[in-house]
């Protein structure tokens, strides 16, 4: 670890100066620092291509660095490469497991694989935690797909990490089965097992994140607490529904963020709503002196989403 990083004693997983630049010539990570923190529920977004799986598959002991550092629950990653990966549990995105092989015995044998003793009480826990403890006796193939997922997680588990890394966990899921999934995640940061997550889906960081992490072109451009960020970035809107409707906006409100709608029925304000001053009252006062009336308005929040766009967008 380089001097100038102070140790943070919350820190479960600390990635400092990482670098990854694969035989093709392809720079995949640039400079990465990133601190998760013991106990959270860390959300890694990022377009396709952005660097989540090199970084995930570099803290997995998977793909080797080309420079920087990692350490796993104060492992280094390399040099002490048994115990931090032993503290990490990791679901992959593809399904890969032996589907001749029951429920039960994929667990124990992976634990096995982490030099740890048979404990079968700690198994049905897991098992019964995931709702598979009735298939514990089922080939995994006789399995629905959902299910098969599970048992990735019963695997990623079976040694006890501490940290699960759950690489797009519901990529093509269904939606129940997806909320199923957010709060079973949930059920586990509750027992102390600290997630990482990387996604595609947008309203699951929304939904599940304690801290949000953007990677973009290999580079971390933003972490921050989820709900920081909604109030930090996200833009408010006021919506007014015109009665009767305008053809054009008037000259007077010229230079305000004012967008109308083709059919001059709608009129929407675009506002901080952490500012002092939002500046709704002056122009609603403006709009009653221009004689442009109104039969309605609401308010509404950016999301998430709107966010995320905009950052990956706006970073050249
Ligand atoms: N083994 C490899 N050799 C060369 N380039 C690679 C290799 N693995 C990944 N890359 C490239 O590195 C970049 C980052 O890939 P990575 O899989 O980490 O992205 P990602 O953010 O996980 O994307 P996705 O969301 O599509 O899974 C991509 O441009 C990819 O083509």
């Known amino acids: 670890m380089r001097d100038d990083h102070p140790v943070d004693t919350a820190a479960v997983i600390a990635v400092r100066g990482l670098e990854k630049t694969y035989a093709s010539g392809h720079q995949a990570l640039k400079r990465v620092d990133l601190t998760i923190k013991r106990g959270e529920i860390f959300a890694l977004l990022g377009p396709n291509g952005a660097g989540k799986t090199t970084l995930i598959s570099i803290i997995c002991g998977i793909v080797r660095a080309t420079a920087g550092t990692v350490t796993a629950d104060g492992h280094d990653i390399v040099r002490d490469y048994r115990a931090a990966r032993s503290a990490i549990g990791l679901v992959p995105q593809e ?33 019964r935690d995931l709702s598979l403890w009735d298939k514990r006796d089922a080939k995994i193939m006789t399995l629905s797909g959902g299910m098969k997922r599970r048992v990735m997680i019963a695997k990623a588990l079976s040694h006890e990490p501490t940290i699960l890394f759950l690489d797009e966990p519901t990529a093509g899921v269904d939606v129940e089965l997806r909320r199923d999934m957010w709060a079973m995640v ?9 997630i990482v997550l990387t996604t595609h889906y947008i309203e699951e960081a929304e939904e599940m ?24 970035l996200g833009q408010s809107q006021l919506i007014l529904q015109l009665h009767p409707p305008v053809t054009a906006l008037p000259e007077e409100l010229a230079g305000l963020p004012l967008v109308l709608s083709d ?54």
């Not at 801290?211 to 971390?220: A, F, L, P, Q």
């Open 95 to 127: 399904i890969s497991t032996d589907m001749f092989e029951t429920v039960l015995d994929t667990v124990r044998f992976s634990r096995g694989l982490f030099g740890k003793p048979r404990d079968d009480a700690y198994l049905e826990k897991v098992l």
């Open 186 to 194: 949930r059920g586990l940061r509750e027992r102390g097992v600290t």
């Open 263 to 316: 059919d001059g029925y709608e009129l929407v304000y675009t506002f901080d709503s952490q500012a002092d001053r939002t500046g709704i009252a002056g122009l609603l006062r403006r709009l009653g002196d221009l004689g442009i009336g109104y039969r309605d308005l609401q308010t509404r929040q950016s999301s998430l989403e709107d966010i995320f766009v905009t950052l990956v967008r706006s970073q050249p």
């Open 209 to 232: 994140a304690d801290r949000i992490g953007v990677i973009r072109k290999g580079e971390i451009i933003l972490v921050e607490e989820k709900t920081a960020l909604m109030q930090k």
